[in-house]
């Protein structure tokens, strides 16, 4: 079973790198290769994003009503990803573009989603956070790898990026198939991939995803404004500083997972929320010379918050929320992460003093406040839950989040 937890992180580790594969690479993917306006490279990145919301209810759907191996829907849907990527090299119009654009969001989303389900499955009950840390460990380190790679391969032409990505989608369908076998689900069983939304509680998780992304959407692309027109710091400097959040917040997913799972999520959960909304909410204010240490403490932080969150939704499934509620997770990350670049940049043009220079203490201080709410939030719902007073919610032992 060991082998099998080390093979569904690496499965997830290929089919994440692709995601931010494409990102340093925009304006000549879309500008270049295609003439297409700046417009439209924005909108190739949230094409993709909002065909993957649409697409996973009803691939989670599906499973409630047919059921079936879920490694085999999480292979097929690699594969039509691959053939995506394969297509975007070879499209001949910014039309063809977009079509190969959407069926990649279409289906990599449900892809994750499954894998995340067999993830899961495979974490069994006495090293599930461990387990659910390293996917989480998994996903970052996709995330962050992703980006400088196709930095280095953007100068090689689209058609290199494109086929990477679908050489790295195959790979991963392929490790999908040596995962250990898990028990296939019958029609009468597959309610089991339904969620149960009706609960407060399991909007919790929801709730951390959107502030997750929601948060990295205002770090890219406020925050990044306001290191070069305030701080006024290089690109290769902001880089640098990036570099300093993603890679704690990736190495130490699975120690997070760990502590989660041997003294329960809820604790590790809201003092990585907390802390992680002060710390956000600093950003504006400290010297800059401060920022590099904010950055690590963002990355510590995000782990602290991200890995325990994947436990309780494991926890959630397992008493009657469904595994359903792996794909709402990612839909709410998604949502998240739209929502991010558009809010910064509406506060942003909102703001602007007698000086022009918009108001970028306030807006970092404003999303510190909302993670610190959630928080407090979380407590009352998570402490109910526990005792089992809201009557709409499972009654379950309250070592869970103790």
Known sequence: MTMGRALAGLAIFLTMVPVTLLVPGLHELVVGAHGGTLSDAHSFMTVNMVAGMLTVPAAMRILSVRGGNVRQWAQVALLIDAVAFAGMAYASSLTGLFAFRILDGAVHLPAITFLMVIGNRLAGSERRGATLGLLATAIMAGVAVGSPLGGNL???????????????????????????????????????????????VTWIPLAYAFLDRFSVGIFVSTFTLYLTNVVGLSPSRRGALIALFMVPFALLCYPAGRLAGRAGWLRPMLVGNICYGLTFASYGLVPSSWLPAAMLASGVFSALMFAPNLVMISDLARHGAGEGLFGAFQVAGSLGFLFGPVVGGLLVSTTRGADGVPAYAAIFAGVGVFAVLLAVVTWVTCRQYAHGVAPAMPKVSPALVR
């Open 154 to 200: 953007v100068s090689r032409g689209p058609a290199v990026l494109y086929l990477t990505g679908a050489v790295l989608l195959v790979l991963a369908a392929i490790v999908v198939g040596f995962l250990p076998a898990i028990d296939g689900v019958s029609r009468r069983t597959a309610s089991r991939y339904e969620w149960q939304g009706s609960r407060l």
